[in-house]
């Protein structure tokens, strides 16, 4: 194995243990952190294959989804609480939906693609997760996805001195979710 290939996948190992790391600290032993832990695995993942090569895998953001949402229903039962993951079903709808409208009405009407269906396929696993701590929650995570998209996006520009059209939207959206769990925790 290349250096650089060993480097890489040890990085990615190191960072996913760091925001386990992170995600114990400020959860503790709560019956979500199950869930938590599935989205920081398969958001890491997704994130780096997002960066590299602009796209989603529907196989790894249904894993995810399914790892999150037997997280979640293992919460309800031990909690024996089932509206947060009716309020956590509600904001996967949600922000899901949102998401499919603009995906719709940008390809199918404007001409042009500002988010991608895996970004669709996402959102799902976003408003899951965030709507467990209720639906406003779903849309700080929203908010901050995409402001953390805007700087990343302007920061390119002027870095690089050009505009660019194309931009990876999973790594901000997952970022900013991941960081409104980890300061509501």
């Keep these: 194995m290349p250096l650089s290939t060993f480097v890489q996948k040890h990085s990615l190992n190191a960072v ?12 503790g032993l709560s019956p ?3 869930a938590v ?20 895998p529907t196989r790894i ?22 509206v947060p993951l ?25 001409g042009m693609v500002v988010i991608g269906f895996g970004d669709v396929r996402l959102a799902a696993v976003l408003g899951l997760l965030l709507g467990w701590y ?4 779903v849309l700080y995570g929203a908010l901050a996805g995409h402001l953390l998209a805007v700087v990343i996006a302007v920061g390119t520009c002027i870095h690089e001195r050009k505009l660019h059209m194309r931009y990876s939207f999973g790594p901000p959206l997952i970022a900013g979710a991941l960081a409104v769990v980890l300061v509501n925790a």
């Design 16 to 27: 996913t243990a760091m925001l386990f790391g992170v995600a114990f600290w400020r959860i």
């Design 32 to 34: 979500e952190l199950p």
């Design 37 to 56: 832990l599935a989205f920081i695995f398969g958001g890491v993942l997704l994130a780096v294959i997002d960066w590299k090569v602009q796209r989603l």
């Design 61 to 82: 953001v249904y894993i995810t989804l399914a790892g999150v949402g037997a997280g979640l229903i293992f919460a309800s039962v031990v909690e024996w609480n089932w």
């Design 86 to 110: 009716a309020t956590a079903v509600a904001g996967a709808a949600l922000f899901a939906n949102a998401f499919f409208l603009i995906w719709f009405f940008t390809t199918k009407f404007a």
């Design 134 to 137: 209720g639906l406003p929650y």
